[in-house]
């Protein structure tokens, strides 16, 4: 007689980060439109200027700077009262690390211009790495899904389990599409606001990176 087994595999691993992306932003808000776009394309020239040398020197992978925008509005005090019209201008960046020993230097030193804010690091591996470690993970969980249909055979007195459909999981029951690798990271806390005072000193450690993976299974065996 034959017998069906369905079970669900899990696994999980944890790894150092390789890269590290850190995002910013320069703002200022002005009376003048003039003065606020003018200070903003000071501080983004004297950031690029240190990007491109954490580039050169191979801190970074790659880095990233738009153009500056601006806006206008008229903001309320406490009594509603409508006060004069604020132009406020400002420029977004990106930089990613490989050298993670770099970036509490640079962040600490960025974000001692009242202008700047730091919004997040998001710390990652590198493709290639997420790839195979990803791979890996998987296999580990597939194991897992064997082991535990095996162990219900025997409980059952049956033989050798044989596959008979595996996929991701949500997939063998319903059908559906599922996500890959589910990695889980941190981000550090936002920047203070803009203009704000920068702490006496910045140290962002890296945050390691869990790559979990579920499957579910399906095995056949025979009753003895």
């Known amino acids: 007689m034959t017998?069906?087994?369905t079970v669900a595999g899990s696994a999980s691993a944890t790894y150092p980060p390789e890269r590290a992306r850190v995002s910013l932003s320069v703002r200022a808000a002005r009376p003048e439109r003039e003065t606020a776009t003018s200070e903003?394309?000071?501080?983004?020239?004297?950031?690029?200027?240190?990007l491109t040398e954490l580039e050169s020197s191979g801190a970074l992978t790659t880095w990233s700077s738009g153009n500056v925008s601006s806006y206008s509005y008229r903001p309320w005090d406490r009594d509603g009262n409508q006060l004069d019209t604020e132009h406020v201008a400002q420029v977004e960046i990106?930089?990613?690390?490989?050298?993670?020993?770099?970036?509490?230097?640079a962040v600490d030193r960025w974000l001692r211009d009242p202008l700047v804010t730091m919004h997040d690091v998001y710390w990652h591996l590198t493709k290639d790495s997420r790839h195979r470690r990803s791979a890996e993970v998987r296999r580990t969980a597939v194991e897992d899904a064997v082991m535990k249909a095996q162990a219900y055979a025997d409980a059952l007195g049956a033989g050798t389990v044989e596959p008979v459909e595996i996929a991701d999981q949500g997939m063998l029951q319903r059908g559906t599409p599922a996500a890959g690798p589910r990695q889980a990271y941190a981000m550090a806390a936002p920047g203070g606001p803009p203009g704000g005072s920068a702490p006496d000193a910045i140290e962002l450690s890296p945050k390691n990176i869990t790559l979990r993976v579920s499957v579910e299974a399906r095995f056949s065996a025979q009753i003895r």
């Open 94 to 105: 990106e930089a990613t690390f490989a050298d993670l020993e770099a970036i509490s230097p």
């Open 40 to 50: 903003v394309a000071t501080v983004q020239t004297r950031l690029r200027g240190e």
């Open 3 to 5: 017998m069906t087994i």
